[in-house]
């Protein structure tokens, strides 16, 4: 076979993992009881890894947050410290299959989301969706009021969602996204859908659960129409936990951000990030106030959901969130377009009516990307330099990251046909 046919043969098998893949939320856990090299002090953060001499200053807020959430330091100063020193590892979420979204770290004692894939045996994981209150660590803000509720979640809120779907013997994923499928959501930025399905099949076992704050448990749960993203991206994580290390494979399968550079991940490559610097996020502000230049560069691991074919790669499957964020249905359609153009697959256990029944593409090729110089659109939360969310729209990625990724990809081709000729 030729590296091309090689190439392809390695893409094919990818797009089997995605579109055959079965994601079944199981599980909610400490995150060091059930992510693998998972120590008591690393801090998972979103995007590609990142020197501590460059963590923009929300980051940095949520990775002290974190330390001082596990005890190990009394102060904010006296945890960056220990980070600087070397005694906190960061260590990027994705090459973990964790995802982090926007400013949000994972740390030891955290509950988080497990998904297994029930036909190829990945597992991934992501730490809980905060809900409605703006005030949390996934944007970057920390103070007494946020640890009360990150103890919260450690000692009741995760318990008690883990006990209830342990119970209901999982939750599959598949089939939420079946169930919605023409209802608005494009399952990165706009869930609501799948989140109230979600909590329809749920809430019945944490009804019957022991639990001492059970109604404050279900209160807090069903308000959250953000809940499913993060039980999503657990799941997004599961399949592509499969694909990693499948040699010569172009596709997509990893992206985020670190508030200072973008990257991607390819199949062939595995956990290496390929990365340029951030775009911003554009589209409307939560306030009047704020500028562009009150943003930091795209941040979070959310996004992970694109690699499966969701948010932006679907937009015309949300055309709410495109009003929401100053587009138009043109706009959505374009943006399906687009990411059809350069994904080697549909999937078809969700279509989308309004777009002739059509399932939402999958399998980014970065051959198709830099080939036909067409850049897929992210959908995604813009944060603000002192903290907090400042808007939320969207952002081309970046062709740079593309074509490193070839090159790597190339390197390994090479490598593969030297160790060949001396067998």
């Known amino acids: 076979m030729t590296i091309e046919q090689r190439v392809d043969a390695a893409n094919a098998r990818v797009l089997e993992i995605m579109t055959k893949s079965r994601p079944v939320w199981v599980d909610v856990r400490p995150a060091i009881d059930v992510i693998p090299g998972m120590t008591k002090t690393t801090i998972l953060t979103p995007g590609p890894g990142i020197d501590p001499d460059r963590v923009t200053p929300p980051q940095r807020t949520s990775i002290c947050g974190a330390v001082l959430h596990e005890g190990l330091a009394n102060s904010m100063e006296e945890a960056w410290s220990m980070v600087e020193r070397g005694e906190i590892q960061l260590v990027s979420s994705q090459t973990m299959n964790v995802g982090n979204a926007a400013c949000m770290v994972t740390s030891a004692s955290m509950p988080v989301i497990v998904v297994e894939d029930k036909i190829f045996g990945g597992r991934g994981f992501a730490p809980l969706h905060p809900g409605g209150n703006p005030k949390c660590l996934r944007w970057g803000l920390y103070d007494e009021e946020v640890e009360h509720d990150l103890r919260w979640f450690r000692d009741v809120y995760g318990p008690a969602l883990g006990q209830a779907v342990r119970a209901a013997g999982g939750m599959d994923v598949i089939t939420i996204l079946s169930k919605t499928a023409g209802m608005g959501d494009e399952n990165h930025n706009r869930q609501p859908a799948a989140s109230m399905c979600l909590a329809l099949q749920l809430i019945p076992f944490l009804l019957d659960m022991e639990c001492a704050e059970k109604n404050a448990v279900i209160k807090h749960f069903s308000a959250n129409d953000r809940f499913f993203l993060h039980v999503m991206m657990a799941g997004v994580e599961s399949i592509t936990a499969s694909c990693k290390g499948i040699a010569l494979s172009t596709v997509m399968v990893g992206m985020g951000g670190n508030g200072v550079?973008?990257?991607?991940?390819?199949?062939?490559?595995?956990?290496?990030?390929?990365?340029?610097?951030?775009?911003?996020?554009?589209?409307?502000?939560?306030?009047?106030?704020?500028?562009?230049?009150?943003?930091?560069?795209?941040?979070?691991?959310?996004?992970?959901?694109?690699?499966?074919?969701?948010?932006?790669?679907?937009?015309?499957?949300?055309?709410?969130?495109?009003?929401?964020?100053?587009?138009?249905?043109?706009?959505?359609?374009?943006?399906t377009e687009k990411a059809r153009a350069v994904s080697l697959g549909e999937h078809t256990f969700a279509p989308v009516p309004w777009e002739d029944m059509a399932g939402f593409p999958v399998g980014v090729d970065a051959r198709k990307v830099v080939g036909y110089n067409i850049l897929p659109i992210s959908h995604g939360g813009s944060a603000l330099r002192c903290g907090g969310q400042g808007g939320a729209g969207a952002a081309e990625l970046p062709l740079g990251c593309f074509k490193e990724s070839l090159r790597g990809i190339y390197a390994q081709a090479k490598e593969i046909m030297a160790r060949e000729e001396t067998e």
Not at 262 to 277: D, K
Not at 292 to 317: F, K, P, Q, R
């Open 261 to 335: 550079e973008f990257g991607i991940q390819l199949a062939g490559t595995g956990n290496r990030w390929y990365t340029t610097a951030a775009p911003k996020i554009k589209g409307t502000f939560l306030k009047p106030t704020y500028k562009e230049e009150d943003l930091i560069g795209y941040l979070g691991d959310s996004c992970v959901t694109e690699v499966w074919g969701l948010g932006g790669m679907s937009a015309i499957a949300g055309p709410a969130y495109m009003r929401l964020t100053g587009s138009n249905y043109a706009e959505a359609r374009n943006r």
